[in-house]
């Protein structure tokens, strides 16, 4: 709406309030000089709708200056901030590098679609890492839970415990021996726990703890006896073996 048509707006209102109001003095003189009949009737229908309507444009007039009033200073501050705004950038932008970034946008349009499907992708992607990462905490927090309850972390502790002295009651030359001679213990273990050793260790234990020890002096004519029984024997046999071997091996001296 331009300035000309705001000015006509007041005049244009007040010829409808006056058309209105020779049209109401016209519609009560007539009634006091003629008695209604459906002429008139008709006549009065269509005053009430012209009324009607002139009430109806100025209402909307009113709303439409209402919401001008409204609008006008949020449009006055706006456009007042833009101002500033721009004020602030100054000469650094030029229209030439607008028009050159939207031909830039314009050529990689495509860059930029498929950019966008890799975002999509990879937002996706963060969901079922973000879900899968829940579960997988769920899980290690109830792992952890019943590891704690049959006693693992204790363990670990009483482990750490054991490195800690091991740490302070060897130095670094018993590690460097140990480095020498871990095939040779390693060996020695492993011989060790062969079944037939296990089982003879196991057997020459459990006879030290059931065989009652006599008290008192052994006679020669007691191990004389005993001498007589095939086990003691083999038994003795594997003794003398056991000496044989200790008899061929180096004293420390002879190293």
Same mark, same amino acid.
Not at 35 to 40: A, M, T, V
Not at 129 to 139: K, L, M, T
């Given at each position: 709406m331009d300035a000309?048509t705001e000015?006509d707006?007041?005049?244009?209102h007040?010829?409808i309030d006056q058309?209105?109001a020779?049209?109401q003095a %016209?519609?009560?003189q007539?009634?006091? !000089? +003629? ?7 008709q006549?009065?229908?269509k005053?009430d ?5 002139v009430?109806d444009q100025?209402?909307?007039?009113a709303?439409?200056d ?5 609008? =006008?200073?949020?449009a006055?501050?706006? +456009?007042k901030?833009?101002?500033?705004e !721009?004020?602030?950038?100054g000469?650094? @932008?030029q229209?030439e590098?607008m028009?050159?970034l939207?031909?830039?946008?314009l050529?990689d +349009?495509?860059? =930029?679609?498929?950019l966008?499907g890799r975002m999509e992708?990879?937002?996706?992607l @963060?969901? &079922? $890492?973000q ?6 905490f769920?899980?290690a927090?109830?792992e952890l839970?019943r590891m704690?309850? &049959?006693?693992?972390?204790?363990f670990?502790r009483?482990?750490w415990q054991?490195i800690?002295r091991i740490?302070e009651?060897?130095d670094?030359d018993?590690?460097n ?5 871990? +095939?040779?213990?390693?060996?020695? $273990?492993?011989?060790?726990? %062969?079944?037939?050793i296990m089982?003879l260790?196991n ?8 065989e ?6 052994v006679s020669? @004519? %007691? !191990? ?6 095939p086990?003691?024997?083999?038994g003795?046999?594997r003794l003398l073996n056991?000496v044989k071997? !200790? ?6 001296s002879e190293?």
């Amino acid at each position: 709406m331009d300035a000309s048509t705001e000015m006509d707006m007041p005049q244009l209102h007040t010829k409808i309030d006056q058309l209105t109001a020779q049209v109401q003095a %016209q519609q009560a003189q007539i009634e006091l !000089l +003629v008695p209604k009949n459906n002429g008139y009737q008709q006549l009065d229908t269509k005053l009430d709708a012209v009324i009607a309507y002139v009430d109806d444009q100025r209402r909307r007039q009113a709303d439409m200056d209402e919401f001008k009033n409204d609008v =006008l200073p949020i449009a006055n501050h706006m +456009v007042k901030l833009s101002i500033d705004e !721009l004020a602030e950038i100054g000469s650094d @932008f030029q229209l030439e590098d607008m028009f050159f970034l939207v031909k830039r946008l314009l050529r990689d +349009v495509n860059l =930029l679609t498929d950019l966008l499907g890799r975002m999509e992708g990879a937002v996706e992607l @963060f969901d &079922e $890492v973000q879900v899968i990462g829940n579960q997988a905490f769920h899980q290690a927090v109830l792992e952890l839970d019943r590891m704690e309850r &049959e006693g693992y972390f204790n363990f670990a502790r009483g482990g750490w415990q054991i490195i800690q002295r091991i740490v302070e009651e060897f130095d670094e030359d018993d590690v460097n021996a140990l480095g020498d001679n871990i +095939v040779a213990i390693l060996t020695t $273990v492993k011989n060790l726990t %062969q079944p037939e050793i296990m089982d003879l260790t196991n057997n020459a234990l459990s006879a030290f703890n059931e065989e009652p020890v006599p008290e008192g002096n052994v006679s020669i @004519f %007691q !191990l004389l006896r005993d001498m007589s029984d095939p086990k003691v024997r083999r038994g003795m046999a594997r003794l003398l073996n056991m000496v044989k071997v !200790l008899a061929d091996q180096p004293t420390p001296s002879e190293n």
